[in-house]
T-cell receptor, first 112, second 113 residues
Framework: KNEVEQSPQNLTAQEGEFITINCSYS?????LHWLQQHPGGGIVSLFM???GKKKHGRLIATINIQEKHSSLHITASHPRDSAVYIC??????????????FGKGTHLIIQP | DTGVSQDPRHKITKRGQNVTFRCDPI?????LYWYRQTLGQGPEFLTY????????KSRLLSDRFSAERPKGSFSTLEIQRTEQGDSAMYLC???????????FGPGTRLLVL
């Protein structure tokens, strides 16, 4: 079993829809990261969370430490949001001294 | 552009050849990470440097792989005697002393024929 699980693996939605991507983890963490990867490979860090909720524009990330679960929400989705969204964690006491452990990613397509 | 650069962006090589990749992190960042990503998978941690010291290596990093960061600035990742299974995207990231957000380079895509 992977230490970081994401769902769904693939998501296709219509422009304007509210999007939710889920991440569950099974290890102790010091932080959880949401990353965005566009075709061609470049990865951009969207959020880093250790508790609560963060908002940036149309993106909202939440984390529940007790349940070991995080969600990434996109409001008023747009075709330019189409990308792979990756959940990653910084594990406590290992994982390469803050090297990240990644989920497999959620491939999001927003259709016009 | 995150400020982290990698060279080359693409590399095609024949099985058995050696390849070397370079990563230039954001200049004030003392931490540097190498990751590998195969098609359809999330990235996997390979190794980590704090300044010039290599402090952690994954079990994924076989004896054919070696990484250096000689002056605590740029880093190189060398793969000797490449195998087809080495085909992947090799990603570099850097972070600052507060060990928080990691900034990723564009990656080097390796294809071993």
């Amino acid at each position: 079993k992977n230490e970081v699980e994401q769902s769904p693996q693939n998501l296709t939605a219509q422009e304007g829809e509210f999007i939710t991507i889920n991440c569950s983890y099974s290890v102790g963490i010091s932080a959880l990261h949401w990353l965005q990867q566009h075709p061609g490979g470049g990865i951009v860090s969207l959020f880093m969370l250790s508790s609560g909720k963060k908002k940036h524009g149309r993106l909202i990330a939440t984390i529940n430490i007790q349940e070991k679960h995080s969600s990434l929400h996109i409001t008023a989705s747009h075709p330019r949001d189409s990308a792979v969204y990756i959940c990653a964690v910084t594990t406590l006491g290992g994982g390469g001294a803050d090297g990240l452990t990644f989920g497999k990613g959620t491939h999001l397509i927003i259709q016009p | 552009d995150t400020g982290v650069s990698q060279d080359p962006r693409h590399k095609i090589t024949k099985r058995g050849q050696n390849v070397t990749f370079r990563c230039d992190p954001i200049s004030e960042h003392n931490r540097l990470y190498w990751y590998r990503q195969t098609l359809g998978q999330g990235p996997e941690f390979l190794t980590y440097f704090q300044n010039e010291a290599q402090l952690e290596k994954s079990r994924l990093l076989s004896d054919r792989f070696s990484a250096e960061r000689p002056k605590g600035s740029f880093s190189t990742l060398e793969i000797q005697r490449t195998e087809q299974g080495d085909s992947a995207m090799y990603l570099c990231a850097s972070s600052s002393r507060d060990r928080r957000t990691q900034y990723f380079g564009p990656g080097t895509r390796l294809l071993v024929l």
